[in-house]
């Protein structure tokens, strides 16, 4: 979501995206709401990784900068908007996707699964089924790999998407091919709302391991993963370090209007 004059009053702002949705409650609540209407949105979660490539790629900007909703999904971008004053909760795909589909199934509103393998998405579609009494899953897609969000597969997958009636699609594609095709498919398809949850049918199906939940908790799930797969993600993570002290000084004019606000309120 593109951050306007208000957001940047109202919103935690990162890069030039805005965070609307500070927390889990928001989050699942604004999903189900724009559902329930029938409206297309999409949903992505801002980590610092996202943040370096929408640096270098412009079609993962603009795709952020499109989104209906933006939650904090890394540690790092909840922490800078503690530091403006506001409480953001770290809100992950993979830990909106139980709450989502229990109010998915209470209101009937029927799910699309795309991403990930065969196997996954089987054994996804098996465990939500038996975790979520009534939850419709009306459809399912494998797509090439490597996935191209512009290529005749992806118009497949907007075609049986489409087909489906799916209100909801729980995208598991990985960043930024998930978001760019989600806006992709969001303004083709009246009526569904975008999921960009990364790897949580991945983690749900357990073909692959998240961190302990202690590690989540204290938001050192990323050296968790940097600790496994050092050579592919190590250089990443530099990556997201390096960046993180100009986005401190970008977020300078929140933190300085939200301790000025506290200060003429209090005198």
Not at 10 to 32: F, K, R
Not at 48 to 58: D, E, I, N
Not at 113 to 123: D, P, Q, R, V, Y
Request: proline share 5%.
């Amino acid at each position: 979501m593109i951050a306007t004059s208000e957001d940047l009053q109202n919103n935690l702002t990162v890069g030039g995206i805005s965070v609307n949705l500070p927390t889990m409650t928001d989050a699942v609540n604004a999903v189900i709401a724009a559902s329930y209407r029938k409206e297309s949105f999409a949903v992505f979660t801002l980590n610092l990784s996202h943040v370096v490539q929408m640096r270098a790629r412009s079609d993962f900007y603009d795709a952020y900068r499109s989104a209906e909703f933006v939650t904090a999904d890394g540690m790092p971008i909840a922490m800078l908007g503690r530091m403006v004053g506001m409480e953001i909760e770290r809100t992950t795909g993979s830990d909106m996707l139980t709450p989502i589909c229990d109010a998915a199934s209470f209101h009937d509103l029927p799910v699309f699964l795309m991403g990930a393998n065969e196997t996954t998405l089987a054994e996804s579609r098996r465990r939500l089924l038996a975790r979520h009494h009534g939850l419709r899953i009306v459809g399912s897609y494998v797509p090439d790999v490597p996935f191209d969000p512009l290529s005749s597969d992806a118009d497949t997958a907007i075609a049986k998407i489409r087909a489906s009636g799916a209100r909801l699609c729980i995208l598991a594609l990985g960043a930024p091919r998930q978001e760019v095709f989600a806006i992709r498919c969001r303004d083709e398809v009246q009526g569904v709302g975008m999921l960009c949850f990364g790897a949580a049918l991945d983690f749900l199906a357990e073909t692959q391991e998240r961190a302990p939940l202690a590690a989540q908790k204290v938001g050192l799930e990323w050296a968790w993963r940097a600790f496994r797969e050092p050579r592919r993600l190590g250089p990443r993570y530099l990556q997201c370090l390096a960046v993180l002290p100009s986005l401190i000084a970008e977020t300078v004019p929140q933190i300085l209007h939200a301790h000025l606000g506290t200060y003429r309120w209090r005198h």
